[in-house]
């Protein structure tokens, strides 16, 4: 696999797999001996518990992230990140700071990520005991240019996480 660090970004609907398949890169990354760090949204938001899900919210939470990101890639730390960033300009804008920026679309359908319901919040969602829920009542912009996009409805973990390494050289 390539030396240059670089930053694995994964977007995708709650339950689409990104953290799934995040944690086992960084995994195998690290018994690589790549010097690598996991940016993933919920760690990040138990810290910060105030960080909400309006647009605004949303928007500065995925910038400030990638702006973290590309640091650590800047002194040669690969970075693999898993937030929803369902917004399209703040997923770009994190592109246009970091260095080498692969966007990996988890194009779960819908339907899957609520069969799945991994966290019971499509139940509520539904319910509309939760709201702002992205794919309910939130917007989720799909990338034009992903540089990957894995559909993991029809493909076990082991599939899926094959593809992203066949893809990622390594
Ligand atoms: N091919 C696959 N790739 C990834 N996950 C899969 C696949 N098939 C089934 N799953 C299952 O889907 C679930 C995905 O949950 P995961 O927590 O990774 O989603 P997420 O995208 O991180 O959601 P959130 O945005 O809420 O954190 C896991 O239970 C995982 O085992
Ligand atoms: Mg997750």
Request: with cysteine.
């Amino acid at each position: 696999m390539t030396e240059e660090p670089r930053v694995i970004w994964f977007t995708g609907l709650s339950g689409a797999g990104k953290t799934t398949l995040a944690e086992k890169l960084v995994s195998y990354l690290k018994n690589s001996g790549v010097k690598c760090e996991l940016l993933d949204g919920d760690t990040v938001r138990n810290i910060f518990p105030q960080t909400g899900f309006s647009k605004k919210d949303r928007d500065e939470h995925v910038k400030r992230m990638g702006f973290l990101a590309s640091m650590l890639e800047r002194n040669g730390v690969t970075v693999v990140a898993s937030f929803i960033s369902p917004y399209r300009e703040s997923r770009d804008f994190v592109r246009k700071m970091c260095k080498n920026f692969i966007e990996v679309y988890v194009a779960t359908s819908l339907e899957t990520c609520e069969k799945r319901d991994v966290k019971g919040l499509y139940k509520k969602a539904r319910k509309g005991e939760i709201t702002s829920f992205t794919g309910i009542d939130d917007p989720y912009e799909p990338p034009l240019n992903s540089e990957l996009t894995i559909k993991t409805d029809n493909e076990t973990v082991d599939e899926s996480f094959r593809k992203l390494l066949n893809y990622l050289n390594c």
